[in-house]
């Protein structure tokens, strides 16, 4: 049997042409917009404006798309990491990061990823599939803490820009005032740098939503053995592709920036950032690395991170150091999998 069309991820122009369809005036369709994405609604019995015959007929054909978590785990540090359902059978996760005023919701945009990038869990699970926006955005509608929710990033599984035509329609409908209402800039997309998607993403995301490229290395060759992307996607390129977008500058650009002992922790390797990066007005993120089964790799020592921060605030690049969180529950950058996810699981586990 084929899975009812969710409505969760429709705009309110395709919410008044549907209604219009079912023979009722279009205004409904703007109804049901509101209830979704300002109220939330999980069911259509909860839009008490709505008249019933038009709830029982899309009760008939549509589902709502909201999908509670089937897992939560908590880490002792407060960040709680949810499991989530996909149409097609297969699992994400996504985590809460709450920090004093500032809670984070990091959302997935794929089933695995295609990437390879050698450091990271996620590619290791391979690509198993695109979210479609609802789903996305259902990472946010059905967390129990949405309205305590400050930051958006999208740094779950997959890579945001290989689905980028869903990931666009999700942050319209996060950033649209008549629905979730998010200001742009509280949201940021992280991506290894697909060059023709990032165009796009650059001319078509609604506002000034960050951008977090992952860079790991400013040098080609060790980026390439890092990171497959760099043969087709040099980072060279994708920053002289950035710095020609002057029209982007109240758009936030961080270059992410993973530490691998006696890899990329040199005073070598701040001279090529320094060079790679020069006249740019953006921000260098260090992350801690988080070890990974069956890899060589190992994290820097937290002093060589700090000592590294300073040698590139030092050359007057803006840098920050990430404090992992959630590494206990496996929700830390890098971290996230879901291969081994039995389909039979039904119930959540707290």
């Not at 008249?51 to 999908?67: I, W």
């Not at 709450?98 to 869990?121: A, I, N």
């Not at 599939?129 to 609802?134: D, K, M, R």
């Not at 710095?243 to 090529?272: C, K, L, W």
Request: some cysteine; glycine content about 6%; aromatic content about 6%.
């Amino acid at each position: 049997m084929q899975n009812p069309t969710s409505l969760l991820g429709k705009t309110g122009k395709e919410l008044r042409e549907l209604v219009e369809g079912l023979r009722f005036p279009a205004y409904r369709g703007t109804q049901i917009h509101h209830w979704l994405y300002h109220h939330g609604v999980d069911r259509f019995d909860a839009m008490n404006n709505v008249p019933r015959a038009l709830r029982e007929a899309l009760a008939r054909d549509f589902s709502v798309g909201a999908e509670s978590p089937v897992t939560v785990n908590e880490s002792s540090d407060g960040t709680r990491k949810y499991l989530f359902p996909t149409v097609h059978g297969g699992f994400v996760e996504a985590a809460l990061i709450p920090e004093g005023r500032r809670v984070t919701l990091c959302l997935s945009t794929q089933v695995g990823c295609r990437r390879s990038c050698t450091f990271c869990q996620t590619a290791r699970q391979g690509f198993q599939g695109n979210l479609s926006a609802g789903e996305i955005l259902n990472q946010y509608h059905s967390v129990p803490e949405r309205p305590a929710i400050t930051n958006i990033v999208f740094m779950g599984m997959g890579e945001p820009l290989d689905n980028v035509e869903n990931t666009l329609r999700a942050l319209q409908l996060f950033t649209d005032p008549d629905g979730y209402a998010l200001p742009p800039r509280r949201i940021t997309l992280s991506t290894v740098g697909i060059h023709p998607q990032l165009l796009t993403f650059l001319d078509e995301s609604p506002g000034p939503v960050s951008l977090a490229i992952s860079m790991h290395t400013p040098f080609p060759e060790e980026r390439r053995r890092l990171m497959p992307v760099e043969n087709a996607n040099p980072i060279e390129e994708t920053v002289e592709r950035l710095r020609s977008r002057r029209e982007d500058r109240q758009r936030r650009i961080t270059f992410e920036y993973t530490m691998f002992a006696d890899v990329n922790d040199t005073p070598t390797h701040v001279d090529g950032i320094a060079r790679l990066l020069n006249g740019m007005s953006v921000r260098v993120n260090l992350i801690p690395f988080h070890e990974i089964p069956e890899t060589r790799l190992s994290p820097s020592a937290p002093e060589k991170i700090e000592a590294f921060a300073e040698r590139l605030r030092a050359k007057d690049i803006p840098t920050s150091i990430r404090r992992s969180r959630g590494q206990d529950i496996n929700a830390a950058c890098g971290l996230l999998w879901t291969r081994h996810v039995s389909p039979d699981i039904q119930t959540a586990e707290r």
